[in-house]
């Protein structure tokens, strides 16, 4: 037996049971839109395909995701677009139903306003818990980042710097975070918590071409605030320099700019 009520009303569809709105037992992807397609596609499936098997979700069938993704694209000259995938409908409890049927939702939004100028950033307290088994992956589990986002109103600020539990900068809300001192990269690992972005790989492969010195690893918030220069990264804004953290000014770089030029290509028409 099951009754359903939204909003006051009885309610008989069907998806209100889908297990990524009660548990958030799914994955997602947020990419740009160019000229009706998506530039880093491949790099985005292949992260979709990792959390996947660490998730034990049975993968949607990549052509005709494609298509979908397509359709819904077509005629877009630039644009966002989400893509939900969620191990489907089940039961009430945890237990994983034995024949899940993903569902898998796209959705496409507006272009965000360009930001011209380098970028602030506040320093959250609410902090990243340690969970191994999530670590890396982009699952829908995202209430960390929602009680971060939420304790700055301030337009002037961009983005926040996110530790984990023991004070280690490890990303952005909605990023992840690079800087540089005396001509070396350094950028947090992510074996324990955060998200590995697509841009992150993409500017950790630039170093090797570039032949910039990088290094991975685990630093408070007080090494990195002692940095040459520091930027952000997202597969939406590429890679944006930072200019305040609070309110220490930080100059934009050589790395920095080096790096933006390199990438660049990536969203030319």
């Known amino acids: 037996m099951l009754k359903m009520m939204c909003n006051g009303r009885f309610d008989d569809n069907s998806q209100w049971l889908d297990r990524g709105l009660h548990y958030g037992d799914g994955l997602f992807e947020t990419m740009a839109v160019r000229d009706g397609g998506i530039p880093l596609w491949n790099r985005h499936w292949q992260r979709l395909q990792q959390g996947c ?3 034990q979700i049975t993968s949607p069938d990549k052509a005709l995701l494609e298509t979908e993704i397509a359709t819904l694209a077509r005629g877009y000259g630039q644009a966002v677009m989400k893509l939900l995938l969620t191990r489907g409908q089940g039961e009430r409890g945890y237990r994983i139903p034995a024949q899940a049927q993903p569902n898998r939702y796209l959705f496409l939004s507006s272009w965000p306003d360009p930001v011209n100028t380098a970028v602030r950033l506040h320093v959250c307290e609410t902090r990243l818990g340690l969970n191994p088994a999530l670590a890396g992956i982009k699952h829908l589990n995202r209430l960390e980042q929602v009680l971060a986002r939420s304790e700055w109103q301030d337009p002037q600020i961009q983005e926040g710097i996110m530790l984990d539990q023991n004070g280690c900068v490890i990303e952005g ?6 800087w540089a001192r005396q001509q070396r990269l350094y950028t947090a690992e992510l074996s324990q918590c955060g ?10 492969e630039a170093t090797q071409t570039l032949n910039i010195s990088i290094q991975t690893g685990l630093w408070p918030l007080s090494e990195m605030m002692q940095a040459d220069e520091i930027f952000i990264t997202n597969s939406l804004i590429c890679v ?4 305040y953290i609070n309110n220490k000014e930080y100059i934009p770089g050589p790395i920095t700019k080096k790096l933006q030029q390199h990438l660049q290509h990536l969203y030319e028409n």
């Not at 998200?195 to 950790?204: D, P, Q, S, Y």
């Open 53 to 55: 098997q660490r998730l």
């Open 195 to 204: 998200v590995a972005g697509i841009m992150r790989e993409l500017v950790m």
């Open 240 to 243: 944006w320099p930072v200019r």
């Open 173 to 178: 809300t909605m990023s992840n975070i690079f």
